[in-house]
């Protein structure tokens, strides 16, 4: 490869993307009225870009500081998206660090952010034990800043928009009550919500429906922010949130479980037991409600240590809605219901990141730079995935029928939202 300053390489890379590049060695690259601009602060730079697969490269760079994005990170993600970005082969990539900078040459190890999700990794994948501290590492950052990410509502799942013009609180009350009429809430009832986060479905159901509500997580930052937001709404004698794991519910005969956001962290070989465990705290009659992100296909197979694995979602597993329904069929379970919210949550994460956007000094001061780039690319990422459908959100409903074959189910959906 003939030699060509470290800003040209970078847009090489980029396989044409009209996309700015600026460079610690003054080069410069792509269009000069370009909406965003990668900025390489140093050879440790351009070592991440090479040294590792497009996304991963990337990630490293950026959530080091050593390459800064003027502009939005999701715009330029959209520009950037691409299969061949980054696809140089290691003869290639070798010779062009030789060619224009030799300090580049030097092995660079990773951000401390993934260093430190790499310890989490000890014992027997989905054990408790190795549950626990992977669910800690995400969801315990800080409670300040996904206040300040997630908004009043503090939901960490896909919303549901009742019109165009909706807001993201107005979505999340509009989902919460969506996920209520589904499992045909009525007073007096009993909820289990497994995977709870911050107690919104379990908040809600009691309010709304004055159902007496259990959640339980595995976050102890969740659980006691829950607590206090129960005693505060003077929900206590409905609302309960627990610190535990689903697994450890000891109490049945709950006329309906919601899932919603916990199976991604289960993993397909534990798929039987989960739904096996729901089911066993099921009524006769009684409904589950799951929702979870989901592949597009069920031909696709998880391929761990990319980004979201080794900085966001550490353990995380998707699988095709096939292979959902299968699980719940195969395990009890008759399904009556599912539906597609894959646009619903693009909308969500542009709410989330452009919340993240407007606290971005606070968020930085509460959980640290580094942290606060991983969560910007990651939501972003995430925005472009569901718009581009190489992930979708499905929400399943099940029901386990009597012996006798009746599932208290109406001939035709009932919740009317």
Known sequence: MARMSTAALVAVGLNGAPVGVSAYDGSTAGPADATVRLVLQSPKALSY???????????????????????????????????????????????????????????????????????????LRHSKERDARVISHHYDVSNRFYEWVLGPSMTYTCACFPREDATLEEAQEHKYDLVAKKLALQPGMRLLDVGCGWGGMVMHAAKHYGVQALGVTLSRKQAEWAKEKIASEGLGHLAEVRFSDYRDVTEGEFDAVSSIGLTEHIGKANLPAYFQALRARLRDGGRLLNHCITRPTTTESNHFGGFIDRYVFPDGELEGVGTIVSAMQDNGFEVRHEENLREHYARTLAGWCANLAAHWDEAVQEVGAGRARVWALYMAGSRLGFERRTIELHQVLGVKVHPDGQSDMPLRPDWGV
């Open 49 to 123: 870009l090479l040294t590792a697969p497009s996304e991963l490269g990337l990630a490293r760079a950026y959530v080091s500081g050593e390459l800064a994005i003027e502009g939005d990170p999701y715009d330029a993600l959209t520009l950037i998206w691409s299969d061949r970005i980054g696809e140089l082969s290691w003869a290639d990539r070798l010779n062009v660090l030789r060619n224009i900078d030799p300090k580049a040459l030097r092995w660079v190890d990773a951000p401390p952010e993934e260093l430190g999700a790499r310890r989490l990794r000890d014992g």
